[in-house]
């Protein structure tokens, strides 16, 4: 059981590429979010997902598009990366939130110059 | 919007020690509120989830408490080990929005 998949594990962008963050899982679950976590200010929801074909905007989407055509895959992707997009970008997934815990990925770390 | 806060930001603490992390939110409406763990360069493994109906939630030497209409979570660890350093979250689960704490940087010195 592979769990909550991410990758790059490791990515460096120059300014305006575009780039897609992958993140697969194989619970099953319902749910599915990205997040970002910059130093000193904890994860910020960036977009989420309750089932396929389903997707809404978190506290901090502009810059970001998503798509979810399966349960299992969830990708991210950055249409013109900027300089403030540098962070460390998290997937989680969930089988119903409000009642079962998140399972998170261990990150792609950005870098955009 | 939920605003989480965590205090305090940085623990040091000699093993063995009992101690109590802090979260405070600001909307009472909540599902639910996780604890998780982040060790350096890795994921959030979830410690203990405590749905909004109840007021604590133990895993061995781990409890949490939920006082929603105050707003305030604690993590409390007892009999601290060198193995439980890392950062602690706490993140409130708003109806499939959630929010995190910037979290609790935890050392304990062997």
């Known amino acids: 059981n592979a769990g909550v998949t991410q990758t790059p594990k490791f990515q460096v962008l120059k300014t305006g590429q575009s780039m897609t963050l992958q993140c697969a899982q194989d619970m099953n679950h319902e749910y599915m979010s990205w997040y970002r976590q910059d130093p000193g200010m904890g994860l910020r929801l960036i977009h989420y997902?309750?089932?396929?074909?389903?997707?809404d905007q978190g506290e901090v989407p502009n810059g970001y598009n998503v798509s979810r055509s399966t349960t299992e895959d969830f990708p991210l992707r950055l249409l013109s990366a900027a300089p403030s997009q540098t962070s460390v970008y998290f997937c989680a997934s969930n089988l119903r939130t409000g009642y079962t815990e998140a399972f998170f990925g261990q990150g792609t770390r950005l870098t955009v110059v | 919007k939920q605003e989480v806060t965590q205090i305090p930001a940085a623990l040091s603490v000699p093993e063995g020690e009992n101690l109590v992390l802090n979260c405070s939110f600001t909307?009472?409406?909540?599902?639910?509120l996780q604890w998780f763990r982040q060790d350096p360069g890795k994921g959030l493994t979830s410690l203990l989830l405590?749905?909004?109906?109840?007021r604590e939630q133990t895993s061995g030497r781990l409890n949490a408490s939920l006082d929603k209409s105050s707003g305030r979570s604690t993590l409390y660890i007892a009999a601290s080990q060198p193995g439980d350093s890392a950062t602690y979250l706490c993140?409130?689960?708003?109806?499939?929005?959630?929010?995190f704490g910037s979290g609790t940087k935890l050392n304990v010195k062997p």
């Open positions: 405590i749905q909004s109906s109840q």
């Open positions: 997902s309750v089932g396929a074909g389903i997707t």
């Open positions: 993140a409130i689960d708003n109806f499939n929005k959630f929010y």
């Open positions: 909307d009472s409406a909540i599902y639910n």
